[in-house]
């Protein structure tokens, strides 16, 4: 019962990855930089594409927003979950269609090992910025984690179609489809 319970959740957040499109419509900066990252030749010519998305991520474009997403990181990397999660509070009631803190969310819930936490973390994210790589590689690895094979794979493919480059989904993929498509029987 319980793998099936997973196997749903699973199928809901992937169906996330393209569930807004209007969000990911909302920066034409950010959407020609990720038309650049579809169409760099190797990783080198995507590293500082990654960099440049990451960084337009990162600022919400309200400072007040951005000092609770730092705080919230200090809180964390102290161990302070609970003081971590309110400054995230405060910055998603000032910025509901922000994706960073919930992304912010999913780590706190992964590295507590609240795999699912950190499931539903990533589709608030997923469902603010579909193209998020980072998350859907995050996904991979929490259900690669909980032995989910198949919707792991499903998480790294669906990051490489957004970064054919993203070094941890493309590792996630070779470790993962010999397994799944059973050439590794």
């Excluded at 998480?155 to 490489?160: E, G, K, S, T």
Aim: one cysteine or more.
């Amino acid at each position: 019962m319980r793998r099936f319970i997973l196997s749903i959740a699973a199928a809901l957040t992937l169906a996330a990855c393209g569930a807004n499109d209007r969000a990911a419509r909302a920066d034409p900066q950010l959407d020609a930089l990720f038309e650049q990252l579809s169409e760099a030749d190797d990783a080198d010519a995507a590293a500082p594409l990654q960099q440049a998305i990451m960084a337009k991520w990162s600022d919400s474009g309200s400072p007040t927003v951005n000092i609770l997403l730092e705080r919230a990181t200090a809180a964390a990397a102290e161990g302070d979950e609970e003081l971590a999660e309110g400054f995230l509070d405060q910055a998603s009631a000032l910025a509901p269609d922000y994706a960073e803190p919930w992304r912010l969310r999913a780590n706190i819930a992964y590295g507590a090992e609240d795999y699912a936490g950190a499931i539903d973390a990533i589709q608030e994210t997923l469902k603010r910025e579909p193209r998020h790589f980072g998350a859907m590689a995050g996904l991979g690895l929490i259900y690669e984690e909980l032995g989910q094979h198949r919707v792991a794979l499903e998480a790294f493919r669906a990051a490489l179609v957004v970064h054919p480059h993203y070094e941890v989904a493309r590792e996630g993929v070779r470790r993962l489809e010999p397994r799944v498509d059973g050439r590794d029987a």
